[in-house]
């Protein structure tokens, strides 16, 4: 299976917009009344945000999620001296 560059590009750049994603995710279950929907929503955003920065090693998102433009494509591990 090809995948064009496009494709890949547009992939990248919607799973670095996921946190806000979840946002607008979590205002349409509001606004339709939806609050079982947005219970689960608020609660896995809040578990994707946690991991980010207090599991940073093991966090299958990359990088650091406020600068999600410029995310290096690997976890560089510090080194303890």
Do not use: C, D, R
């Not at 279950?29 to 608020?42: K, L, N, P």
């Amino acid at each position: 299976m090809i995948i064009s560059k496009f494709a890949v590009s547009t992939i990248k750049t919607i799973l670095k917009m996921h946190s806000i994603l979840h946002i607008f995710e979590a205002v349409a279950a509001i606004s339709e009344q939806a609050y079982i929907t947005f219970t689960i929503v608020v609660i896995s955003g809040l578990a994707q945000v946690l991991a980010a920065y207090l599991l940073p090693n093991e966090h299958l998102h990359l990088g650091n999620p406020l600068k999600f433009w410029n995310t290096p494509h690997t976890h560089k591990k510090k080194h303890h001296h």
